[in-house]
């Protein structure tokens, strides 16, 4: 089946301020995260110029490891159920292995902390069998291609073959624009700017991510400190695996601290999402 995310929605999804129709389910969640990135590599076959999660500052980037994937995830399932867990890179069949190994561990053991699985790809590769089986395997999974028209050569291969196996996938509208979330510097903003940025902020509230045994606020955060190019403040993040958490109950409220968090994180004064500026989709970096 396919769905066609309209021009409506995706304007209604960025209108500035972003409108927010999760937040009063999100305080009420004490036990389920509504929506969650979830890292499977740091490589992408594309190297867009304004990619929002950093991919294109990577010089050597890494696939990430299955077991360290499903040992972050087991961490989680101990204390918060996820109702979207979306799988992405860079681009995640670049990483069909543990692509493969982490819808085996979702579809299995996990099934029952999840509600839907959304695997994000820029359809410049098409997946293997086994690859393509463990998705179907799981009826609870969405493919969601990004649709950069010619730069997405596979897509439409790729599309074909989920008709043909059932597997449910939807295009993203190609009128959708990006916003510039801006280079990786620190901008001199009013702190009324960037907390009022950080409170309509669509990316902590819709992509909290979980990578390389860490949750964060968002995508940028994430590979901003990974990549030294933002800085590492401990307590703007949740490390799955630290002892400080004694308990699943710990972890549980630490995880809930930064989802509803109040206060900007230091990333924000290295960024500009809040002034809405829109860039072109995936305009490739020279
Ligand atoms: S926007 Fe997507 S396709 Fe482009 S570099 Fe980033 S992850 Fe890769
Ligand atoms: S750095 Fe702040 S404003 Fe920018 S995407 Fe992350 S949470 Fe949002």
């Not at 995640?92 to 999840?114: C, G, H, R, W």
């Not at 590769?125 to 179907?136: F, H, M, R, S, T």
């Not at 290295?270 to 995936?282: F, Q």
Request: hydrophobic share 35%; glycine share 6%.
């Amino acid at each position: 089946m396919v769905f066609n995310v309209s021009s409506a929605l995706t304007d209604t999804l960025y209108r500035r301020p972003y409108t927010d129709p999760e937040a009063k389910l999100r305080l009420r969640s004490d036990t389920e995260l509504l929506h969650l990135d979830v890292v499977i590599t740091e490589c992408c076959s594309l190297k867009c110029r304004d990619c929002s999660n950093l991919m294109q500052y990577y010089e050597c980037p890494e696939n990430i490891a299955s077991d360290d994937i499903i040992g972050d995830l087991k961490k989680l399932f101990e204390c918060m159920r996820v109702r979207e867990l979306k799988l992405l890179g860079g681009e995640p069949f670049v990483n069909q292995k543990a692509l493969t190994e982490v819808m085996i561990y979702l579809s299995d053991t996990a099934s029952e902390s999840i509600d839907m699985i959304n695997i994000i790809t820029n359809g410049t590769i098409i997946p293997g069998d086994e690859c393509l089986q463990a998705i179907k395997n799981n009826p609870k999974t969405m493919i969601t291609f990004s649709n950069y028209g010619k730069l997405s050569p596979g897509q439409n291969e790729f599309a074909e073959l989920c008709s043909k196996l059932g597997i449910r996938y939807t295009l993203i509208d190609e009128t959708y624009f990006w916003l510039d979330y801006g280079r990786v510097i620190k901008y001199d903003e009013s702190v009324a700017f960037v907390r009022r940025q950080y409170k309509h902020c669509y990316s902590r509230k819709n992509c909290n991510t979980l990578y390389r045994g860490s949750l964060y606020a968002c995508p940028r955060q994430a590979h901003g400190i990974r990549l030294g190019l933002l800085p590492d403040v401990k307590d703007e993040y949740v490390g799955l695996h630290d002892p400080q958490y004694g308990s699943s109950d710990e972890l549980r409220r630490a995880v809930l601290g930064l989802v509803r968090r109040n206060k900007e994180i230091s990333a924000c004064h290295y960024c500009l999402n809040g002034k809405y500026i829109h860039v072109p989709r995936a305009v490739q970096k020279a």
